[in-house]
Each structure stands twice: as structure tokens, then as C-alpha cells.
């Protein structure tokens, strides 16, 4: 299976910029399609997606939620960091199956 | 627009079974597989398998086979999972999610939290 790994916690100020990382341990590209996504949690809530394929915002996403990277290194950024953006974030790959998920990284204000 | 309901909570001895179901709306069922995940209580995410809303056509994460069985009714676009031989470690909140060609998950359904309890 491919491990994803996200740091446990993140902490930054509102209207500061949040880089929030997901290393795979293999290579999730495939002609040129990087099979990496991003999920935004909140509690009691579902998941929602937020970028997928690596880069392309989701519908009615807002601009300041964007995705970088490729192979086994990829990043989520939120810039400017707003109130609402508290939450957990999650990364999943679709390269190979089983699909797999980060453990997530909890997004805390300063 | 895209709606998946799931139905209500639900809790079950241990050794039974369950089944639940995601009603969809707003798109065209048997052009998507549906999705099942299961998140634990402070855990992250995990895929169960999925199944093909135009012919059943399933797949599995091979830690729930057995476990968990996908079936879908084209006539309702509604898909189903049963959850068989229920033990403590099967409580948790079950997702369906609608998969895009490319396996991530666009609209997802509210949630439902199974309880296994005496």
C-alpha cells in the first residue's frame, strides 16, 4: 500500500500563509497526472474536497486553496489564512489501490 | 445538484449485521462508482472499496473483504453496503462519496455512525 504522511499539527496566525504537507512513500504520478488530492474536515462534519489531481481547484473552492508538487512530495497552501480554515486536512492518492489517505494535519490559529 | 443521503445512525450486537444505504440525486448514477469509507473517531480515512453504478462492478480494499459487501439499485440511484459479523472495531462513521474517473471523491454523503454494542 502507498503510506502518505502529514505532520499531526499546524499552527499560523490569520491572514498568514499555512504550507501543509503529504509525502508518499512512492511515486504518484502517471503520465503526467499527479493522482494526489485534498480534503478539508471539520468536525462532525464530511470531508470536502478541496484540489484534486494536484493542482486543480474544486468546484466553488476559493482561490486563496492551492496545490503544488509531484512524485512523492506535494503541498497544500492556504493563503490568507481565515477562521473558517480551521480544520483537518487530509491528502489521498488514487495511483495504485488500495486508495489511501494522510492521517491528516489539524490546522490550530496562533 | 448533487445530493448522496445516507440513512440514519444505527446500533448493532455484536455478530450482526448491517446494511446501509446512500440515495443519490443530481446526476446520472450509472455513469460514477460510488465509494465507501469508514473514519473511526479521531482517526483519519479510510477506503473500503467501490462499485460502478452502471453494472456493479466492484473493488475492494482488501482489509475489508469479507467484511463488507457493495451492491447498488440502478432503478432508486441508491448504493448499498453490508456489514457483516459486527464487532467493536467495526464502530465508526461510515462515508459513501461519489469517485471520479481518476478515484478522488467529489460529493459526499452526510455520514452515519454505527454503534457495536451489547
Known amino acids: 500500500d502507498i503510506v502518505l504522511t502529514q505532520s499531526p499539527a499546524l499552527a499560523v496566525s490569520l491572514e498568514q500563509r499555512a504550507t501543509i504537507s503529504c509525502k508518499t512513500s512512492q511515486n504518484v504520478d502517471n503520465f503526467g497526472i499527479s493522482y494526489m488530492h485534498w480534503y478539508q474536515q471539520k468536525p462532525g462534519q464530511q470531508p470536502k474536497l478541496l484540489i484534486y489531481?494536484?493542482?486543480i481547484l474544486a468546484s466553488g473552492i476559493p482561490a486563496r486553496f492551492s496545490g503544488s508538487g509531484s512524485g512523492t512530495d506535494f503541498t497544500l497552501t492556504i493563503d490568507p489564512v481565515e477562521a473558517d480554515d480551521i480544520a483537518t486536512y487530509y491528502c489521498q492518492q488514487s495511483k495504485d489501490y488500495p486508495l489511501t489517505f494522510g492521517s491528516g494535519t489539524k490546522l490550530e490559529i496562533k | 445538484e448533487v445530493q448522496l443521503q445516507q440513512s440514519g445512525a444505527e446500533l448493532v450486537k455484536p455478530g450482526a449485521s448491517v446494511k446501509l444505504s446512500c440515495k443519490t440525486s443530481?446526476?446520472?448514477?450509472?455513469?460514477?462508482?460510488m465509494s465507501w469509507l469508514k473514519q473511526m473517531p479521531g482517526q483519519n480515512v479510510e477506503w473500503i472499496g467501490n462499485?460502478?453504478?452502471?453494472?456493479?462492478?466492484?473493488g475492494y480494499n482488501q482489509k475489508f473483504k469479507g467484511k463488507a459487501t457493495l451492491t447498488v439499485d440502478k432503478s432508486s440511484s441508491t448504493a448499498y453496503m453490508d456489514l457483516s459479523s459486527l464487532t467493536s472495531e467495526d464502530s465508526a462513521v461510515y462515508f459513501c462519496?461519489?469517485?471520479?474517473?481518476?478515484?478522488?471523491?467529489?460529493?459526499w454523503g452526510q455520514g452515519v455512525m454505527v454503534t457495536v454494542s451489547s
Open positions: 462519496a461519489r469517485t471520479d474517473s481518476n478515484y478522488y471523491f467529489d460529493y
Open positions: 462499485i460502478y453504478g452502471g453494472n456493479g462492478g466492484t
Open positions: 443530481g446526476y446520472t448514477f450509472s455513469n460514477y462508482y
Open positions: 489531481e494536484g493542482s
